[in-house]
């Protein structure tokens, strides 16, 4: 056999090997069009283009072209892939809340300033900051803060001016509401119930200097002591939540599992009642709370949201 008809030989069971593969991936490509959803449509034209070019390449290439797709096979199936446990991280899907509605207020307020700031757009920049003042003020402290630091100094004095008259109010309101809490009977909660979200709306925003924000922390948290010693029942687990995070910024981690060892034991079936242990130990990383605290969660009915499941998922 000469030569030359080997080479022929070759070339026609190259051509053959690039057909059938061809054709086994449309009809592949076919039934998996039938099988899919309508959205994943963009993922099946990607498929039926790889099986396209990889016939070019088999047909272009003669044995070194499937010899190349064969072993990267090979290698895929012995050495590269892996069964991904995710025992620990998956759950029912009917237990997991996948709809956030959007802050629409929030986010009309920070993004536009930030990007004002960002351009040096003086006109847009104070035209939003006058825009941000006729709102509620109290919720826009954070994006009141960020023009503090704008090169334009009409901005910056006026924000300064405005989040220091509206940050004078709150300690003032903070210090009365505190001091008629001394005063009230035992049996009196109104000024609690008052001050959790006053000084929690505020608090989360991080708009006071480290120090001071520490100290309005302990204020809070000393009220939530107030009211859980007075009326425990009246502790909702909003309010255990809030008291958890504030003290998560401020990295007081030993009174935090305090609170939330007692948010666990009033509120079981609460989700907040386990996501502050989990964002806790996912802080510490404390790896052997962290995925106790989980099991708990996996053997409950709490239904999961989003970011519960990406923290689990980061951490696992």
Same mark, same amino acid.
């Given at each position: 056999?000469?030569?030359?008809?080997?080479?022929?030989?070759?070339?026609?069971?190259?051509?053959?090997?690039?057909?059938?593969?061809?054709?086994?991936?449309?009809? *592949?490509?076919?039934?998996?069009?039938?099988?899919?959803?309508?959205?994943?449509?963009?993922?099946?034209?990607?498929?039926?283009?790889?099986?396209?070019?990889?016939?070019?390449?088999?047909?272009?290439?003669?044995?070194?072209?499937?010899?190349?797709?064969?072993?990267?096979?090979?290698?895929?199936?012995?050495?590269?892939?892996?069964?991904?446990?995710?025992?620990?991280?998956?759950?029912?899907?009917?237990?997991?809340?996948? *709809?956030?509605?959007?802050?629409?207020?929030?986010?009309?307020?920070?993004?536009?300033?930030?990007?004002?700031?960002?351009?040096?757009?003086?006109?847009?920049?104070?035209?939003?900051?006058?825009?941000?003042?006729?709102?509620?003020?109290?919720?826009?402290?954070?994006?009141?803060?960020?023009?503090?630091?704008?090169?334009?100094?009409?901005?910056? *004095?006026?924000?300064?001016?405005?989040?220091?008259?509206?940050?004078?109010?709150?300690?003032?309101?903070?210090?009365?509401?505190?001091?008629?809490?001394?005063?009230?009977?035992?049996?009196?909660?109104?000024?609690?119930?008052?001050?959790?979200?006053?000084?929690?709306?505020?608090?989360?925003?991080?708009?006071?200097?480290?120090?001071?924000?520490?100290?309005?922390?302990?204020?809070?948290?000393?009220?939530?002591?107030?009211?859980?010693?007075?009326?425990? *029942?009246?502790?909702?687990?909003?309010?255990?939540?809030?008291?958890?995070?504030?003290?998560?910024?401020?990295?007081?981690?030993?009174?935090?599992?305090?609170?939330?060892?007692?948010?666990?034991?009033?509120?079981?079936?609460?989700?907040?009642?386990?996501?502050?242990?989990?964002?806790?130990?996912?802080?510490?990383?404390?790896?052997?709370?962290?995925?106790?605290?989980?099991?708990?969660?996996?053997?409950?009915?709490?239904?999961?949201?989003?970011?519960?499941?990406?923290?689990?998922?980061?951490?696992?």
């Amino acid at each position: 056999m000469t030569r030359e008809l080997i080479f022929v030989l070759i070339l026609l069971c190259n051509t053959l090997a690039a057909i059938l593969y061809l054709v086994f991936g449309l009809l *592949h490509y076919a039934k998996q069009k039938k099988q899919e959803a309508d959205a994943q449509e963009a993922f099946q034209k990607d498929g039926k283009l790889a099986y396209l070019i990889k016939f070019s390449v088999m047909l272009f290439c003669p044995v070194v072209g499937p010899l190349f797709f064969f072993v990267g096979h090979l290698l895929f199936l012995f050495v590269f892939r892996q069964d991904v446990d995710l025992e620990d991280v998956i759950f029912s899907k009917e237990r997991v809340k996948t *709809h956030d509605r959007a802050d629409e207020e929030r986010e009309r307020n920070i993004a536009p300033l930030e990007e004002a700031i960002a351009v040096s757009d003086k006109a847009s920049l104070r035209n939003l900051m006058l825009n941000i003042i006729r709102g509620d003020i109290q919720n826009s402290l954070a994006s009141i803060s960020l023009a503090l630091n704008s090169p334009d100094s009409e901005t910056s *004095h006026y924000a300064a001016s405005v989040l220091q008259d509206e940050l004078n109010n709150f300690r003032a309101s903070v210090q009365k509401m505190i001091n008629q809490i001394e005063t009230e009977e035992e049996d009196e909660t109104e000024c609690e119930h008052f001050l959790f979200p006053y000084m929690n709306n505020v608090l989360e925003q991080k708009v006071f200097t480290e120090m001071e924000q520490k100290n309005m922390v302990e204020l809070f948290v000393s009220t939530g002591e107030t009211l859980y010693r007075k009326a425990a *029942h009246q502790m909702t687990s909003e309010y255990y939540n809030w008291i958890c995070m504030r003290l998560l910024d401020i990295r007081d981690f030993e009174r935090m599992e305090v609170w939330c060892t007692r948010a666990a034991a009033q509120y079981p079936d609460e989700l907040s009642s386990y996501t502050c242990k989990l964002k806790l130990y996912f802080t510490t990383q404390d790896k052997e709370k962290f995925f106790a605290a989980m099991d708990e969660l996996k053997q409950s009915s709490v239904i999961i949201d989003r970011e519960t499941l990406e923290l689990i998922r980061t951490f696992g």
